[in-house]
T-cell receptor, first 114, second 115 residues
Framework: AQTVTQSQPEMSVQEAETVTLSCTYDTSESDYYLFWYKQPPSRQMILVIRQEAYKQQNATENRFSVNFQKAAKSFSLKISDSQLGDAAMYFCAYRYTSGSRLTFGEGTQLTVNP | GAGVSQSPSNKVTEKGKDVELRCDPISGHTALYWYRQSLGQGLEFLIYFQGNSAPDKSGLPSDRFSAERTGGSVSTLTIQRTQQEDSAVYLC?????????????FGSGTRLTVV
């Protein structure tokens, strides 16, 4: 069974600084997708960034980028120039290519200090 | 609709009562998912609908939980004889068929409190 682990229950960062959130996963599959979702107090999960396992290039979306290390089964999220609006719970998630359900980690609560 | 709509936003019910939670997915999305998020926890898969296929019910925690999706659109999650451990946020999401890998669009959830 696939598992996703986020070892940092809480993180904090100063506004305008950079922070990295960690995620590791366990799978026997070679073809899969990885995601980072953001959940603000409104509860709605918002897709931040996604990565296809077959792609060697790390995905980037504006201030958000990932460090995908397939051999190490690691998928960290880097947030550059942190903004107050980035404060939220962040979830790492995995989905097998031919599967349907997402498997989520337990989340990292990010606080951004002014 | 423009997004995934869930109702009610919050629900308080007495232990032993039945509750129905509603999800209205994005128009055209054939896949619909229900997840449960207990306090301070990650998301736990409950059930998945894809088009006219039989749903994947493998995540339902007990036979008190059931869900249906009518006309390939609106879905209702029903919890019978609610227990205090059912208190959680129930999130619904929809997507195009998984093979398109567009990720899910989530609703804002229903916070269920069983007292």
């Amino acid at each position: 069974a696939q598992t996703v682990t986020q070892s940092q229950p809480e993180m904090s960062v100063q506004e305008a600084e950079t922070v990295t959130l960690s995620c590791t996963y366990d799978t026997s599959e070679s073809d899969y997708y990885l995601f980072w979702y953001k959940q603000p107090p409104s509860r709605q999960m918002i897709l931040v960034i996604r990565q296809e396992a077959y792609k060697q290039q790390n995905a980037t979306e504006n201030r958000f980028s990932v460090n995908f290390q397939k051999a190490a089964k690691s998928f960290s999220l880097k947030i550059s120039d942190s903004q107050l609006g980035d404060a939220a719970m962040y979830f790492c998630a995995y989905r097998y290519t031919s599967g349907s359900r997402l498997t989520f980690g337990e989340g990292t609560q990010l606080t951004v200090n002014p | 609709g423009a997004g995934v709509s869930q109702s009610p936003s919050n629900k308080v019910t007495e232990k032993g009562k039945d509750v129905e939670l509603r999800c209205d997915p994005i128009s055209g999305h054939t896949a619909l998912y229900w997840y449960r998020q207990s306090l301070g926890q990650g998301l736990e898969f409950l059930i998945y609908f894809q088009g006219n296929s039989a749903p994947d019910k493998s995540g339902l925690p007990s036979d008190r939980f059931s869900a249906e999706r009518t006309g390939g659109s609106v879905s209702t999650l029903t919890i019978q004889r609610t227990q205090q451990e059912d208190s959680a946020v129930y999130l619904c999401a929809s997507s195009l068929a998984p093979r398109f890998n567009y990720g899910y669009t989530f609703g804002s959830g229903t916070r269920l409190t069983v007292v």
